[in-house]
């Protein structure tokens, strides 16, 4: 019978502990997911803006010399 009472407060204990934990968890998750979203967005138009920014560099630099 104890045991069963240990196992018990065992569980309600790691469920108490994982309710706490879980929203943060997700949280964490969450922000990561949104954050890795935004770069595969972004990345290319940053990309594409870094390659022609160095193409415009390179066209200035000839067009001075």
Do not use: E
């Not at 407060?9 to 994982?18: R, V, W």
């Not at 949280?27 to 940053?46: G, K, M, Q, T």
């Amino acid at each position: 019978f104890n045991k069963i009472m240990l196992c018990l407060k065992i569980a309600s204990l790691y469920f108490q502990t994982y309710n706490h934990v879980q929203p943060i968890m997700s949280r964490c998750f969450r922000l990561l997911f949104s954050l890795a979203w935004n770069a595969v967005i972004i990345f290319p138009y940053l990309f594409s803006f870094g390659t022609l920014a160095a193409g415009l560099q390179i066209r200035v630099d000839i067009d001075i010399n």
